[in-house]
């Protein structure tokens, strides 16, 4: 029988994000600035995943991401898990926390809320994890996150 080929080449050291949401991995890739990374990069959209059905996974060729960068990768896909490469085998594999206060990424949906009226950066506060919800720190509104906005 023939062997399994593998769909994304394996990197020697670098992070490998698993399980992203299907369809989010471009938004994530926005999140990691990947257009401007000397990085070699793999971007898998629609894997196949036994848990998931469908996945999408980036493998980035000798980056560490920083804490900021996991939390807003958590934001878009709370599934994402990370795996650290090192000389082609796991070092580290976890899930990544949604953090419990996200500054500037989140545009506030509510239209009448002072974020949008005056340039004030946005704060806001997990308030639920399943699933992911958070609340403005100026209007004191709630919102799913599948509902609300980006800019990073
Ligand atoms: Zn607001």
Same mark, same amino acid.
């Given at each position: 029988?023939?062997k399994?080929?593998?769909?994304?080449? @394996?990197?020697? %050291?670098? %992070? +490998?994000?698993?399980?992203?949401?299907?369809?989010?991995?471009?938004?994530?890739?926005?999140?990691? =600035?990947? *257009?401007? *990374?000397?990085?070699?990069?793999?971007?898998?959209?629609?894997l196949? !995943?036994? $848990?998931?059905?469908?996945?999408?996974?980036?493998k980035?060729? =000798?980056?560490?991401?920083?804490?900021?960068?996991?939390?807003?990768?958590?934001?878009? !896909? /709370? %599934?994402?898990?990370? &795996? &650290?490469?090192?000389? #082609?085998?796991?070092?580290?594999?976890?899930?990544?926390? +949604?953090?419990? $206060? &996200?500054?500037?990424?989140?545009?506030? @949906?509510?239209?009448?809320?002072? %974020? =949008?009226?005056? !340039?004030? @950066?946005?704060?806001?506060?997990?308030?639920?994890? =399943? /699933?992911?919800?958070?609340?403005?720190? #100026?209007?004191?509104?709630? #919102?799913?996150?599948?509902?609300?906005?980006? !800019?990073?």
């Amino acid at each position: 029988m023939k062997k399994k080929q593998l769909k994304v080449d @394996p990197i020697k %050291t670098g %992070t +490998v994000i698993d399980h992203i949401t299907a369809g989010k991995a471009l938004q994530v890739a926005e999140i990691l =600035n990947i *257009s401007n *990374s000397e990085s070699e990069i793999m971007v898998g959209i629609n894997l196949y !995943s036994k $848990k998931m059905g469908k996945k999408d996974i980036i493998k980035i060729e =000798n980056r560490e991401l920083s804490e900021e960068e996991a939390g807003s990768i958590a934001l878009i !896909s /709370p %599934t994402a898990t990370l &795996i &650290i490469i090192e000389n #082609y085998k796991v070092v580290r594999k976890f899930f990544i926390d +949604v953090p419990e $206060k &996200i500054k500037h990424h989140i545009i506030c @949906p509510n239209p009448n809320c002072i %974020t =949008n009226i005056e !340039s004030v @950066p946005t704060l806001f506060f997990l308030a639920g994890k =399943n /699933p992911v919800e958070v609340r403005c720190s #100026y209007c004191e509104k709630k #919102y799913f996150i599948e509902d609300v906005k980006f !800019s990073f």
